[in-house]
């Protein structure tokens, strides 16, 4: 591994913008850097994953990560990027969402570690929530220009926007307390850098004009320096927006996006992604990805990079032992898993593998009584279209219950149910069916 974290962040492709003078700054020693998280929801999904692994690259370096949930911020909105104003948040929504975002973050980071460099978590309404609007206006107003502001583009976006919607003063301040954020950091923890996606540059970048003119006609004046670096905004190959699934967001929490789905995801990105991806979501290092990459492209049918990446980044977010489940469900559609494999699926994970395949209800009382096949494949579910052809499907041996071949004297009952209420029901390799006790 590089002793150097910016050539490391940037051969992995996470560094867009880098102020002068920064990588000079990291090399020197321990350097306090944070990066803020807006509370919008109550848990994270993959966009969040890249400032999360540049926080752990940070540390890794020697550096000390600090992460900044939002709770005074995520009270106003942050207008990067956004075409219209945002519906704030009311307390109780925004207290929840702050301690889930608390609680996805303590997953990556130990914030209760006692080395030198030890993460640290902060919320900006700690700072904020007594600070009065005329102090503010007087204290901090008054160092930043309304040119300053204006200039930037997430303001000048909104303020030429067609829709003429414009912009509240409310998420005009956005950058100021932003800004104020990373001076409070600086003056309390000596945090002299703050990083972030490649879209909030120009907040990150009126934090540090904040730090320089606070100081401006001290003794500390020459030395109150801080330094900006912001990484790229993760996209697909193909246009579309990464880190969303025909359902939606992928999220880290596993009661929102399961752990099997959150594996597929990334089993199933393209070719051209996962040759990226790789450098960005996991930390392997470089001589490993640089054989990986070239392994796959003598052999990418194989799809080793994506399987590699689905490995690191499953078991990164939720644990070795979930990603061999998340495999295991996956080998299930392929045959390759027993009676056992299937009963230790949850029911949430069940209905995604099986994701499209036709269900039946049958009573519970009629399977722990016992269900005869013939009715199972045919009177009681309309899987098969007759009892004769239910008899021929089971005299072929076509026919298996939670992928085992059975004859036509098997007796569906209790012990068959998968979670206490499915039976899978198979007609050769492909042709599945799900019997729903009820």
């Known amino acids: 591994m590089s002793k150097n974290i910016v050539e490391e962040l940037q051969w992995r492709g996470l560094v867009h913008d880098i102020m002068p003078g920064t990588e000079?700054?990291?090399?020197?020693g321990m350097t306090t850097a944070y990066i803020g998280f807006d509370p919008t929801s109550d848990s994270l999904h993959i966009g969040s994953l890249v400032p999360i692994i540049l926080l752990v690259h940070l540390q890794k370096f020697g550096h000390k990560p600090v992460a900044l949930v939002g709770g005074a911020t995520g009270m106003i909105g942050d207008p990067t990027g956004k075409s219209d104003e945002r519906?704030?948040?009311?307390?109780?929504?925004?207290?929840?969402?702050?301690e889930g975002i608390k609680g996805v973050l303590s997953r990556?980071?130990?914030f209760?570690?006692?080395?030198?460099n030890a993460p640290v978590l902060v919320n900006n309404y700690d700072w904020m929530k007594d600070f009065t609007f005329i102090d503010f206006a007087r204290d901090i107003g008054?160092?930043?220009?309304?040119?300053?502001?204006?200039?930037?583009?997430?303001?000048?976006?909104?303020?030429?926007?067609?829709?003429?919607?414009?912009?509240?003063?409310?998420?005009?301040?956005?950058?100021?307390?932003?800004?104020?954020?990373?001076?409070?950091?600086?003056?309390?923890?000596?945090?002299?850098?703050?990083?972030?996606g490649s879209d909030q540059w120009g907040n990150i970048t009126t934090g540090t004009e904040l730090i320089r003119r606070?100081?401006?006609?001290?003794?500390?004046?020459?030395?109150?320096?801080?330094?900006?670096?912001?990484?790229?905004?993760?996209?697909?190959a193909d246009g579309s927006k990464f880190g969303k699934s025909e359902g939606g967001n992928v999220w880290l929490d596993a009661t929102k996006?399961?752990?099997?789905?959150?594996?597929?995801?990334?089993?199933?990105?393209?070719?051209?992604?996962?040759?990226?991806?790789?450098?960005?979501?996991?930390?392997?290092?470089?001589?490993?990805v640089e054989n990986l990459i070239r392994e796959h492209k003598e052999a990418p049918h194989q799809r080793l990079l994506q399987k590699t990446l689905a490995k690191e980044v499953t078991s990164f977010v939720h644990s070795e032992e979930e990603y061999e489940k998340a495999v295991k469900a996956s080998s299930i559609l392929f045959g390759r898993s027993t009676s056992e494999d299937l009963k230790a699926l949850d029911a949430t994970t069940f209905l995604e593998v099986f994701d499209g395949v036709p269900q039946a209800e049958v009573s519970l009382a009629d399977v722990e009584a016992g269900l005869d096949m013939i009715g199972a494949l045919s009177a009681r579910s309309g899987f098969l279209k007759s009892n004769g052809e239910a008899r021929r499907a089971l005299k072929e041996n076509s026919i298996s219950v939670n992928q085992e071949k059975v004859?036509?004297?098997?007796?569906?009952g209790k012990d068959d149910l998968i979670n206490g209420q499915f039976v899978l029901l198979q007609r050769g390799k492909k042709n599945y069916f799900i019997l729903k006790a009820v």
């Open 24 to 28: 000079e700054h990291l090399n020197k």
């Open 87 to 98: 519906n704030l948040l009311d307390e109780a929504t925004l207290a929840k969402n702050v």
């Open 108 to 110: 990556y980071l130990d």
């Open 112 to 116: 209760d570690s006692s080395a030198e």
């Open 142 to 196: 008054k160092r930043i220009t309304v040119n300053y502001m204006m200039a930037k583009d997430s303001v000048k976006k909104r303020l030429s926007a067609e829709s003429g919607v414009g912009m509240s003063f409310t998420e005009f301040t956005y950058q100021l307390i932003q800004g104020y954020d990373f001076y409070h950091l600086y003056k309390t923890m000596g945090c002299t850098l703050q990083m972030g």
């Open 214 to 236: 606070m100081f401006a006609g001290s003794d500390a004046e020459e030395s109150a320096k801080a330094y900006a670096m912001t990484c790229p905004l993760i996209t697909k």
């Open 257 to 288: 996006t399961s752990v099997y789905k959150f594996y597929q995801f990334w089993l199933n990105t393209s070719d051209e992604d996962a040759e990226k991806y790789i450098k960005i979501f996991t930390f392997l290092d470089r001589e490993t």
């Open 407 to 412: 004859k036509e004297d098997y007796v569906i």
